[in-house]
């Protein structure tokens, strides 16, 4: 009688071997990446006087290194995300813009790595060229701009947050408007901020939302 030999079912790696294949893939990178960045120049320490600069100066290294991560790699000061609507023009007067830089590393670990590791901020003056000192929040740093482009500005009254969702007719709109007039007159210039009362969340420094196209700041995080 012949007998049939069935295939037998192949026998799945074990998980311990697909982990130390992993860690060798990982490693592999993390050599390859500290390679390719080997004497890579970092513009961190870059000080510009307008924005243009800073977009010049980033867009120089991406031609020259244009297989690294711009912003992981070269570590260089641009406007911060949430400043996407905000001109990046210069002005005749002290308007400030939060730029943002990446310090953290590009490995797929720390491993022995020294990186600073996160997203700071700091304040820039598109009117005169000041930057503020880096900070970890980008409210923190809005507040730094503000203090210095418009000194006193924290004194201010606490006034109702812009309306979001308007009719046609726009009417909430205009009496938004006439109900933060009076509470600050007719002579706020452009770009200045507005203090609202926003409760226990959401107290990001908003840029684009007051009345003069500034920032809209949380009264809690003035102490108010």
Known sequence: ??????????????????????FAEAARDERAHAERTTGVPRL??????????????????????????????SHGW????????????????CIPITLQTDLRCNRTSHRGCLCVG?????SF???????????????DAALLGLDHCFPGWRDDPIVPSAPYDDGPKRRTR?????????LHGTDRPQGYPMITRRGPHGWRAVPGRSLWGGYDVAAETLGR
């Open 44 to 73: 961190y320490t870059l000080r510009c006087t307008t924005i243009a600069d800073y977009e010049h100066a980033m867009a120089q290294w991406r031609k020259a290194w244009p297989d690294l991560a711009c912003l992981r790699d």
């Open 78 to 93: 641009h406007v911060a995300i949430g400043e996407y609507a905000s001109s990046r023009e210069p002005t005749d007067t």
């Open 125 to 139: 003056c598109r009117g005169c060229g000041w930057h503020s000192e880096v900070v970890d929040d980008d409210t």
């Open 1 to 22: 009688m012949t007998t049939t030999t069935f295939p037998t079912k192949p026998t799945a790696p074990s998980s311990h071997g697909l982990q130390l294949d992993m």
């Open 174 to 182: 205009r009496n938004w408007e006439t109900a933060v007039t009076e």
């Open 118 to 122: 996160d997203l700071v901020s700091r």
